[in-house]
C-alpha cells in the first residue's frame, strides 16, 4: 500500500475530522519546497473560522497546514 496525505482546508472537513476521531498532524510551509512537520499531532479538539485545537494546542488556520494520512492501493496488489 502507498500512503498519501489530504490536506483539511474547509470546515467540513475538519468537522469530518473531528467526528471520526482520525489523527491530524500540523505541518508549516518554509519555502517553494520545504515544510516542517509542528506536530505529529492527534484528533481535533475543538476548531474555529481562525484556529484549530489539536492535542491541547491552537494552531493558527491560516498559518498552518492540517493533514490526514490516506491510504492508497497500488494496482495490482
Known amino acids: 500500500m502507498n ?3 489530504k490536506v483539511l482546508k474547509s470546515d467540513i472537513e475538519l468537522f469530518t475530522a473531528a467526528l471520526s476521531q482520525v489523527r491530524v498532524y500540523v505541518v508549516q510551509s518554509l519555502g517553494e519546497d520545504f515544510i516542517s ?3 505529529y499531532g492527534g484528533t481535533i479538539e475543538k476548531f474555529s473560522p481562525d484556529s484549530v485545537k489539536i492535542a ?3 494552531y493558527i488556520r491560516n498559518q498552518f497546514e492540517f493533514r490526514v494520512d490516506v491510504k492508497k492501493n497500488s ?3
Open 3 to 5: 500512503y498519501t496525505y
Open 37 to 39: 512537520v509542528v506536530d
Open 56 to 58: 491541547g494546542a491552537y
Open 75 to 77: 494496482a495490482g496488489m
